[in-house]
C-alpha cells in the first residue's frame, strides 16, 4: 500500500508539476546570478536571492510552435495540446498532483497538491484519493468530488487527442447519482456519446463521500500517479462555470481553483491571468499578474526578452542561443534533467516502412551521433531507447540495436529498388536542424527525403490522419508510461504511434474496444501495471529490445531546453532544474517571484 500526505502552502526549493519530456543534457556553466552544478543545470545563490516578494507581474514568452500554441483553447476536455500547454494548465487549474524535486533537480516524486492523500488497494486495482477540504473554484463554488467525477468523464469522453487510455473496471454498477448531476455531464459532453459507456465509467469513477472519490481498473495501475501531472485528469474545473458560460466562453476562460484567473485570452497569441485571491495557499500566488505571450521560434523569443518585451522564456532550445543567454550577465538560464530523446517513429502501417528492409535502411542510415557532435557540440545525452539520464528505468544501449552503417544502409536501398520518403516534424528551430541534418545523411545512402515541418497542431493532425510516413519527434518521459512516454510513441492504439495494429484489429478502435494487444502492447501495459520496481526495470528493458529488433524507430540525443529569466525573476522550474513531464520543464506559478 502507498500513502502519501503533504501540507499545502509554500515549499520552498521545492519544484512542481511538469510536463512531457524532450531533453538534451548540455553541460552550460550558470551565469547572472546562478552557479554551475554537477548535473549541469543552475541553481541560484541564495546569498543573492533572498525572500520572495508578493507583486508584481511576470510576461513569459512561449515558442508559437509548441506550448504558445493553444488554438482548440483551454478546456481540456477538447484541447488537442493539454500536454504542451502545461504552463497555461497549471497557472489556471493547479493540479491535483505536482511533480516535486530538491533545488538541485534530484529525489523527483509525484506529491499530492489539491488532493491530500492517495492509496493504493493492496491489489493495485483501486486508488483512493482524499481531497482538501475548502477549496473552491474562483467562483466560489467547491472542488470536491463530485467535480471531480464530472470533470473525468468529461475528459475522457469527450473526443481530445490528449485523452489518457485506462483499464477502468466496466463491470461495476453506477450508484445512484442526483439526477441534476446526470443532466449537467450529459450536456457537456457530445451529443453522439455512447451512454451506455459512460454508465460504466460511472461505476469506475465514483465519489465515496464529500472529499474521497475512487478509481476501480481492471488491470493493477502503478504509474497512474506518476502519470497523472501530464495528463487532462489532473485539471480540475468548475462543473457550475461550464453550465453558465457554455462551451465556447469556457474554452477560452476556463474557471478552475488554480493560482491564477483568466483576464483576456487571444487564443495562440496571447494570455493574461490575474491573481486568484481564493487560492488555497496561504500567501500565494506571490504575482499579481501572469501573462504568456506567443512568439514565432527561438531567435524572436530571444531577441523579445532582450528588448525587454517579456521577462521569461520557457523552453529556449537553440544551442547557440542558450549560450549566449549563459554568457548574458542580466539573464538566469536553467537546464533540466534529460528524460526523453529524439525518435524517428516510422509508420509501419503504410508504405514504405510496412517493409521492414526500409525500416532497417533508415536505422543504417542514421549517425545520430555525428548530429550530435555537429549540431549540439557532442554534449547531447545519448540512448537508443526511449528514456534519457534524467528518467525513470533508462537504458542507453540495447542488445542488437542497429548502429550507423552507410554501407548496409545503400545495399537495402537497392535492395528494395529505391526508397523515398517524407519526414515530418513539429516546426521549432532545433527539430528543423535535426531533420536538415538527417535528409543529407539520408541521401548519402540514396533516400530520397522531403521535409515537412508544421505547426504543433497540424502535427498531431497528420498523425491522426495516418496519412504520415516518418515523424521526428521526441519519446519517453520521467516516468515512461506517462507523458509523451513509451506507450505514446509505440503503443498500437496511440493516436501518434506507427507500429502494427494488433491481429484482428483493423483500426486502433477496434483494437480497444475488443481488448486486443501486440506483444509490445502487453510487455508496456505489463511494466505500467506492476508496483514492483525492479519488474518494472526488466519489462521496459524488454521493450527497448523488440522496438530495436523490429526497427520501429531509431532514438538519438536527448535535449532539454533552457528556461531564461531576467534579473530578478525567481521561482521553482524556471530558476531550478527540475525533470520534465513533457517537453519542457513545468513551473510551478504560485510560487514565482520577481524582486519589487
Known amino acids: 500500500m502507498n500513502t502519501t500526505t503533504r501540507q499545502p502552502g509554500p515549499r520552498r526549493g521545492l519544484l512542481g508539476p511538469l510536463a ?69 494548465n497549471y497557472a489556471i487549474f493547479g493540479g491535483l498532483f505536482s511533480l516535486e524535486a530538491d533545488e538541485n533537480g534530484e529525489n523527483a516524486e509525484i506529491v499530492p497538491d489539491q488532493a491530500e492523500s492517495y492509496e493504493f488497494s493492496e491489489d493495485g486495482l483501486t486508488l483512493t484519493v482524499k481531497l482538501r477540504e ?73 465519489a465515496v463521500d464529500e472529499h474521497t472519490f475512487e478509481v476501480h481498473f481492471s488491470v493493477a495501475n502503478g504509474a497512474f500517479v506518476n502519470a497523472m501531472p501530464s495528463t487532462s485528469l ?50 500565494l500566488p506571490y504575482l499579481d499578474e501572469l501573462s504568456f505571450q506567443s512568439v514565432g521560434g527561438d531567435q524572436v523569443l530571444y531577441q523579445t526578452l532582450q528588448a525587454g518585451q517579456g521577462d521569461a522564456i520557457e523552453g529556449l532550445s537553440s544551442v547557440t542561443l542558450i549560450n549566449q543567454a549563459q554568457q548574458n550577465p542580466d539573464l538566469t538560464t536553467t537546464l533540466g534533467a534529460p528524460t526523453s530523446p529524439y525518435v524517428i517513429q516510422l509508420n509501419t502501417r503504410t508504405a514504405p516502412f510496412d517493409d521492414k528492409r526500409a525500416r532497417e535502411a533508415i536505422y ?61 516534424t513539429t516546426d521549432i528551430v532545433t527539430a528543423r536542424q535535426v531533420t536538415t541534418a538527417l535528409q543529407t545523411q539520408w541521401q548519402e545512402a540514396g533516400i530520397d527525403v522531403t521535409i515537412d515541418s508544421k505547426p504543433l497542431g497540424d502535427v498531431i493532425t497528420k498523425f491522426t490522419s495516418g496519412e504520415w510516413e516518418s515523424m521526428l519527434q521526441t519519446a519517453g518521459a520521467w516516468e515512461p508510461a506517462a507523458g509523451i512516454g513509451v506507450g505514446v510513441r509505440f503503443g498500437s492504439t496511440s493516436p501518434f504511434s506507427g ?89 510551478l506559478y504560485d510560487r514565482v517571484w520577481v524582486e519589487q
Open 364 to 424: 543504417y542510415a542514421t549517425d545520430f551521433e555525428a548530429i550530435n557532435e555537429g549540431l549540439f557540440g557532442g554534449q547531447g545525452d545519448m540512448s537508443q531507447s526511449f528514456t534519457a539520464s534524467g528518467g525513470l528505468f533508462h537504458e542507453p544501449e540495447v542488445e542488437g540495436y542497429r548502429t550507423y552503417d552507410l554501407d548496409k544502409a545503400k545495399e537495402l536501398v537497392e535492395e528494395i529498388g529505391g526508397l523515398t520518403v517524407e519526414l515530418g
Open 134 to 206: 475548502g477549496i473552491t473554484f474562483s467562483d466560489g463554488t467547491p472542488l470536491n468530488a463530485e467535480a471531480v467525477v464530472w470533470n473525468w468523464i468529461r475528459h475522457l469522453s469527450s473526443g481530445s487527442t490528449g485523452a489518457p487510455q485506462l483499464e477502468l473496471d466496466l463491470e461495476r454498477p453506477m450508484p445512484e447519482l442526483d439526477q441534476q448531476f446526470l443532466d449537467d455531464l450529459y450536456a457537456a459532453l457530445p451529443e453522439d456519446v455512447d451512454q451506455g459507456l459512460i454508465e460504466q465509467r460511472l461505476g469506475a469513477i465514483q
Open 234 to 283: 489532473n485539471l480540475i474545473g468548475s462543473p457550475t462555470a461550464y453550465k453558465e458560460l457554455g462551451a465556447e466562453a469556457y474554452s477560452q476562460a476556463p474557471v478552475a481553483a488554480g493560482p491564477f484567473t483568466v483576464e483576456a485570452n487571444r487564443l495562440s497569441e496571447r494570455l493574461e491571468l490575474t491573481k486568484n485571491e481564493d487560492y488555497f495557499k496561504e500567501g
Open 20 to 88: 512531457l519530456a524532450a531533453s538534451l543534457s548540455l553541460v552550460l556553466a550558470g551565469c547572472g546570478g546562478s552557479e554551475p552544478t554537477e548535473d549541469g543545470g543552475a541553481t541560484e545563490a541564495a546569498a543573492e536571492v533572498g525572500e520572495p516578494q508578493a507583486g508584481g507581474d511576470l510576461t513569459v514568452l512561449l515558442d508559437a510552435g509548441f506550448a504558445g500554441g493553444w488554438s482548440t483553447g483551454l478546456d481540456p476536455s477538447i484541447s488537442n495540446t493539454v500536454g504542451a500547454n502545461v504552463p497555461q
Open 499 to 587: 507500429t502494427p495494429l494488433p491481429d484482428g484489429a483493423e483500426t486502433a478502435t477496434q483494437a480497444l474496444q475488443e481488448n486486443l494487444n501486440t506483444e509490445l502492447d502487453q510487455v508496456l501495459l505489463d511494466a505500467a501495471s506492476t508496483v514492483d520496481q525492479d519488474e518494472r526495470g526488466e519489462l521496459y528493458r524488454q521493450a527497448a529490445e523488440m522496438i530495436s529488433d523490429e526497427a520501429y524507430g531509431p532514438f538519438g540525443m536527448a535535449f532539454s531546453p533552457a528556461q531564461v529569466v531576467r534579473e530578478g525573476v525567481h521561482g521553482p522550474g524556471l530558476t531550478t532544474p527540475i525533470p520534465a513531464l513533457v517537453v519542457n520543464s513545468g513551473v
